[in-house]
């Protein structure tokens, strides 16, 4: 079993590498950054708006797993050419090899413009991006959902919250998706059937979203974040319904400091 990795010097590959290592199994670590490989993986140094490079990257991969793209608001011409076109380029590269299985990461950004209501946010939720990096991940699941039906590939879309060591700040005691978490989903990502939207977060008390998708392919999570809620709150304070950060899903995404024309 090989899975090639796209974006695994970033942030949430680099969480995931050493909690995707089995007996058996090899990553194959692709980054625009050199990566050193240790023990049962290999690292390719590629750009993934490369088809050539992305052909070779996908030689022997049973399944991909594409973390790789700008991970927060860009000049348009950058999210469109990295995040969309790179996209396409993976997929693409991955039909030609007969790969079976994607795991794309999509965002809650996707759907961020969402305002906050009582109650879960559903699976499957209309997108409604915040920003280009928000449309760049609707695009994802839009190719995901072709490569699907078109090809017969088995592809999930992660809508991912807070992948983070730790929350941050009180909008990711709802949002936070913990590293162990994450590996969880991403397992359960890597064998599911057919085509999927789940969001990525872990089983907090105060979560925005929906985990019934996540559990019907078999992510069972087991962080939450509220074993951080009296530590974030006595720093940060209650969080406010009408702070931004609250107020839609994508929080600050949503406010104009976010906006990359600004
Ligand atoms: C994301 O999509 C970003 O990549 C990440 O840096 C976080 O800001 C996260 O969303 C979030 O909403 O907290």
Wanted: hydrophobic share 40%; with cysteine; charged share 25%.
């Amino acid at each position: 079993m090989r899975i090639l990795i796209t974006g695994a010097a970033g942030g949430v590959g680099t969480l995931l590498r050493p909690r995707l290592a089995r007996q058996g199994r090899v990553l194959r670590l692709l980054d625009i950054a050199p990566i050193e490989a240790g023990p049962g993986e290999e690292a390719v140094t590629a750009d993934i708006t490369d088809p050539k490079a992305m052909a070779e990257a996908m030689d022997g991969v049973d399944a991909v797993l594409h973390l790789g793209g700008h991970s927060l608001e860009r000049a348009w011409e950058e999210i469109l050419h990295v995040n969309i076109h790179g996209t396409y380029v993976v997929l693409e590269a991955a039909r030609r090899a007969g790969v079976r299985h994607a795991v794309l990461a999509s965002s809650n950004h996707a759907a961020g413009f969402h305002p906050r209501s009582a109650g879960e946010a559903p699976d499957y939720l209309f997108p409604r991006p915040d920003t280009y990096y928000g449309v760049s991940k609707v695009a994802v699941e839009a190719l995901g959902s072709l490569y699907h039906d078109r090809y017969g590939m088995h592809v999930t879309c992660l809508r991912i919250g807070s992948c983070f060591e730790r929350p941050k700040d009180t909008r990711m005691l709802s949002t936070w998706l913990s590293p162990d978490d994450c590996a969880r989903l991403v397992e359960a990502a890597l064998t599911a059937e057919g085509f999927h939207v789940v969001w990525g977060i872990s089983a907090n008390t105060r979560r925005w979203w929906s985990l019934e998708e996540g559990r019907a392919i078999g992510y069972e999570p087991q962080d939450d974040a509220e074993v951080f809620a009296a530590e974030l709150i006595a720093e940060h304070g209650e969080p406010d319904p009408e702070d931004i950060a609250h107020r839609y899903l994508g929080g600050a995404f949503c406010g104009p400091r976010y906006h990359a024309d600004n």
